[in-house]
């Protein structure tokens, strides 16, 4: 059983791990944070029955296709970081950290990964190989600034939750967990993708589960306005936007991570920005976007803008 950090609010949870196929006495720590390529060679294992243990409750499931576990189930823990047990029937259960949001909190962060926390360069075919199939975690850089930009905000606001969304595969999950917590990038649950094929094609779109993912966040927390965070080399400023025209009210603001020429060529190409991402946007609301080149830059455009502090 690997476990992913979980999230939930007043009287559920959203419940993420995945079952996987492996050697007798096989540590999780081993499939959590093998090294480079041996992280995709992993067999999920389907129609496993799971227990869930919370505290109070038992939840009995089964895992889905790949071996994943993604179930909103009833639960009753009050705000903050909780743990609860998952384990495959007859083995030894594993614990899932989870974020149970506070019904008091009043704003939710959203951030982008790839190029917007890490520097990753993708998705040059021959560089995103060797980041994600060979390069050690260790040797990953952080965007510059970020951190203190998390950081910033947490201070004004304590009970806000940081989710990280990426198009990424569930299996450097554990790998990337790892990376925020040595760069003081505050926890928060990953929303990745399956690697692979999918029943309907070879391909997965990267956009469509940014845009699920967000929809689905802002109906799951009703009370939160958010801060969205991304950057400028692939599509994030086109979601961004769509989520402000559809909802504004439910944005506090959006904060673009602008890369460089030489970024963007390694991205997609060209050293411009893609077409549907223009320099600068302002949306129905008026100045809720800023953009700069690193962390340093869009903290100090967010409090000149007055869109940091608290309500």
Same mark, same amino acid.
């Given at each position: 059983m690997v476990p992913y950090t979980s999230y939930g609010g007043p009287g559920w949870v959203r419940v993420l791990a995945r079952v996987l196929l492996a050697p007798p006495h096989t540590q999780p720590g081993e499939l959590r944070l093998g090294r480079?390529?041996?992280?995709?060679l992993t067999a999920g294992?389907?129609?496993v029955p799971v227990v869930v243990d919370l505290p109070g409750l038992r939840h009995t499931l089964s895992s889905g296709r790949g071996g994943y576990v993604d179930e909103v189930l009833s639960a009753d823990l009050p705000p903050g970081w909780r743990m609860a047990q998952?384990?495959?029937a007859g083995r030894r259960p594993s614990t899932v950290p989870i974020r149970v949001v506070d019904p008091a909190a009043r704003l939710g962060v959203l951030s982008d990964i790839d190029d917007t926390v890490m520097v990753t360069a993708l998705p040059r075919p021959l560089l995103a190989a060797w980041n994600t199939f060979v390069r050690h975690e260790t040797h990953r850089r952080p965007v510059r600034g970020m951190a203190s930009l998390f950081g910033a905000v947490l201070a004004d606001h304590p009970d806000a939750p940081v989710f990280y969304l990426s198009t990424g595969p569930w299996n450097v999950a554990p790998v990337l967990e790892q990376f925020l917590r040595r760069n003081a990038y505050p926890p928060g649950p990953l929303l990745?993708?399956?690697? /692979?094929?999918?029943?309907? /094609?070879?391909?997965?779109? /990267?956009? @469509?589960?940014?845009?699920? @993912?967000l929809r689905r966040l802002l109906d799951e927390h009703p009370e939160l306005r958010w801060l969205l965070v991304g950057d400028d080399g692939q599509h994030d400023p086109q979601l961004y936007a769509e989520v402000v025209a559809a909802a504004p009210e439910r944005v506090r603001a959006v904060a673009i991570r602008q890369l460089s020429p030489a970024e963007q060529v390694r991205t997609h190409g060209t050293p411009d920005p893609l077409p549907e991402n223009p320099p600068h946007r302002e949306h129905a609301r008026g100045h809720d976007e800023v953009r700069a080149a690193d962390g340093f830059g869009l903290l100090s455009a967010l409090r000149d803008r007055g869109l940091l502090g608290a309500d």
């Open positions: 480079g390529w041996r992280r995709f294992a389907a129609g998952v384990g495959a990745m993708t399956d690697w /692979g094929p999918t029943t309907e /094609g070879w391909f997965r779109s /990267g956009q @469509e589960h940014k845009r699920s @993912e």
